[in-house]
């Protein structure tokens, strides 16, 4: 997996002040947590609209799906990986 590129539209401590020192699938930038079922579903909501897709390439997307579906697994959430 490659290493995802930091954004220049947000500030990654506010991802750690909002949601504390957590697990994100997108740890560069802090978007994304996936430390409880409830982040995991809102993760896989949020990174698969259109909006917030287009902010990644396709590697970046690519990587943050990846971690956000281990997340899944490990909270056996059933979601659609064709996303």
């Known amino acids: 997996m490659s290493k995802i590129d ?3 539209d947000v500030n990654p ?3 750690e002040r909002e949601y504390g020192d957590v697990e994100f699938a997108d740890p560069v930038n802090n978007k994304y947590p996936i430390d409880s079922e ?3 579903r809102a993760a ?3 990174i698969n609209k259109e909006s917030n ?4 390439d396709a590697d970046d997307l690519k990587t943050i799906r ?3 579906i281990a997340a899944a697994k490990k909270y056996d959430i059933e979601i659609s990986e064709d996303a």
Not at 53 to 56: G, I
């Open 6 to 8: 930091r954004r220049t």
């Open 13 to 15: 401590d506010e991802g």
């Open 38 to 40: 409830k982040h995991v």
């Open 44 to 46: 896989w909501s949020y």
């Open 53 to 56: 897709a287009a902010k990644y």
């Open 66 to 68: 990846h971690r956000i």
